[in-house]
């Protein structure tokens, strides 16, 4: 009986498929992971260290706020390697996508199209 949805089995099957799915495993984990615990560092250092954290740096200016602010950099710092990372993902993607394309189209692959 022909599939109507998409092929997907025989994709992730694929130890091409599974690479990129570790791939990406390796960088948006530990990543979320780093950006959460920064995040909440804040929140804790400023819950029980509110003196250290309340030193002045720059006139009225303190850690926290410099802390606070330096969130929104570590963010974009993540985005751009992101950026960086997908692009090595994006080339395995369309590698997988010439390999399932033997011969005939692999957006009829992809959509469960039988030859």
């Known amino acids: 009986m022909q599939s109507d949805g998409p092929d997907f089995h025989r994709v992730a099957a694929m130890p091409e498929f599974r690479a990129l799915l570790a791939a990406k495993l390796r960088f948006v984990l530990p990543a979320t ?34 802390f606070a602010l330096s969130q929104f950099f570590v963010a974009w710092l993540l985005a751009w390697l992101y950026l960086r990372v997908a692009a090595k993902w994006d080339a395995q993607a369309k590698a997988l996508l010439s390999k399932l394309d033997d011969g005939g189209s692999s957006a009829a692959l992809l959509t469960g199209a039988r030859r």
């Open 33 to 66: 992971v780093f950006f959460i615990a920064y995040y909440f560092s804040l929140l804790i250092l400023v819950g029980y260290f509110p003196s250290f954290m309340a030193t002045p740096v720059l006139g009225p200016v303190n850690l926290a706020y410099l």
